[in-house]
T-cell receptor, first 116, second 114 residues
Framework: GAVVSQHPSRVICKSGTSVKIECRSL??????MFWYRQFPKQSLMLMAT?????????EQGVEKDKFLINHASLTLSTLTVTSAHPEDSSFYIC????????????FGPGTRLTVT | KQEVTQIPAALSVPEGENLVLNCSFT??????LQWFRQDPGKGLTSLLL?????REQTSGRLNASLDKSSGRSTLYIAASQPGDSATYLC?????????????FGAGTILRVKS
């Protein structure tokens, strides 16, 4: 199946700094990518849908100025957490929509963000 | 708005037992349903994908069924093993959700005791 990678897998940053997370589709082109957030012992919460070449669509309650999403190519989307605070500490997972007709979504391995 | 519910929330079984995880969804207008496995601190591993026109899918000891009209899916795990211990998530790709996004259930935490 299709492979989605994320980098970094873990990041620790100080409060007030910004962190960028990359999501790449390795062997397919992804016109649409999704960014999820997962708190401990909870399910995935969709943050935003990222479409190549256009602005991301954010879910209700997600601050677009805090979570900047860029989908500049068909294989790369980035999520930047700006002015991070401890409450932003979470597990961030991206997924990409395959270009075949199955409508299957492929998920990355996730990025653990810890803000101190 | 599509809602996905998984029952039970947690399950503990002895090794070797066959088990069933349940997933229900409120809107039958779906493209597909996926079952995922998530180990602690890890990402999601796709187990089975059932298209809306299909009734079931099988992979090894796993069998997933879909009854779209009643809004239900089950994941059957045969001869469970300690390595099956994980959280199992059900998700539907809903036709009516903007952007065809996946809607997830809260998951079932499975523990298989040796």
């Amino acid at each position: 199946g299709a492979v989605v990678s994320q980098h970094p897998s873990r990041v620790i940053c100080k409060s007030g700094t910004s962190v960028k997370i990359e999501c790449r589709s390795l062997d397919f082109q992804a016109t649409t990518m999704f960014w999820y957030r997962q708190f401990p012992k909870q399910s995935l919460m969709l943050m935003a849908t990222s479409n190549e070449g256009s602005k991301a669509t954010y879910e209700q309650g997600v601050e677009k100025d805090k979570f900047l999403i860029n989908h500049a190519s068909l294989t790369l989307s980035t999520l930047t957490v700006t002015s991070a605070h401890p409450e932003d500490s979470s597990f961030y997972i991206c997924s990409a929509w395959g270009t075949d007709s199955s409508y299957e979504q492929y998920f990355g391995p996730g990025t653990r963000l810890t803000v101190t | 708005k599509q809602e996905v519910t998984q029952i039970p929330a947690a399950l503990s079984v002895p090794e070797g037992e066959n088990l069933v995880l349940n997933c229900s969804f409120t809107d039958s207008a779906i493209y597909n349903l996926q079952w995922f496995r998530q180990d602690p601190g890890k990402g999601l591993t796709s187990l089975l994908l059932i298209q809306s026109s299909q009734r079931e899918q099988t992979s090894g000891r796993l069998n997933a069924s879909l009854d779209k009209s009643s809004g239900r899916s089950t994941l059957y795990i045969a001869a469970s093993q300690p390595g099956d211990s994980a959280t199992y998530l059900c998700a539907v790709k809903s036709v009516k959700e903007y952007g065809n996004k996946l809607v997830f259930g809260a998951g079932t935490i499975l523990r298989v005791k040796s």
